[in-house]
């Protein structure tokens, strides 16, 4: 009887960390704002803001199996100023990588770890555009030559300008 439940204990073992390996890592958006809303800022308001990441690898070089994540970034637009027909934005684009794994995580919860001294070495680097500081680019962007402007997949079409704030709205064309 104790060999019966050892081999199924082993057999559901196995495929749990085989269905793990399986899945392959994703990327995932999350908007703050809403789409297809129309939304007002002002002069120094956020237009919208992206956050980035990505599934938590695995040993086995799959997602894991809990669903964690990880930290890949955001993008962001910003109101800086109106002159007339013409928004002044800043954006930033914030792209992160990390070596994390599941086991730099979870290692704490590992059965193994008892009375063993587990080094973590995980590695965060951040790139803005090309560069390590974060930066705005400044577009200038004239509404009589045009009604939306796209920025890491996310259309922003304005409907409304006034002397201080906006009226837009926002579509996403990322795959989802």
Same mark, same amino acid.
């Given at each position: ?18 269905? =793990?390996? @399986? ?6 958006? /999350? %908007?703050?704002?809403?789409? $297809? *809303? !129309? #939304? ?27 669903? =964690?994540? @990880? ?6 637009? /910003? %109101?800086?100023?109106?002159? $007339? *027909? !013409? #928004? ?29 001294? @587990? ?46 704030? @906006? ?10």
């Amino acid at each position: 009887m104790k060999v019966n439940s050892l081999v199924m204990f082993a057999l559901i073992t196995v495929s749990l960390s085989m269905s =793990g390996c @399986i899945g392959t890592i994703r990327s995932h958006h /999350k %908007l703050e704002q809403p789409t $297809g *809303s !129309v #939304l007002t800022t002002g002069v120094g308001g956020t237009v919208f803001r992206l956050n980035k990441t990505g599934d938590l690898p695995n040993v086995y070089g799959g997602r894991d199996f809990w669903g =964690g994540k @990880i930290n890949k970034g955001f993008a962001e637009m /910003k %109101l800086a100023g109106i002159e $007339g *027909s !013409v #928004l002044v934005l800043e954006i930033i684009d914030v792209n992160k990588h990390s070596s994390e794994t599941t086991m730099d995580r979870y290692n704490e919860y590992m059965p193994f770890k008892q009375n063993a001294v @587990i080094n973590v070495d995980v590695v965060n680097t951040t790139t803005i555009g090309n560069q390590q500081q974060a930066k705005p680019y400044i577009v200038r962007f004239d509404t009589d030559k045009q009604s939306d402007i796209v920025i890491s997949s996310i259309r922003v079409i304005i409907s409304e300008v006034q002397p201080y704030s @906006i009226q837009y709205s926002l579509e996403s064309m990322l795959m989802q």
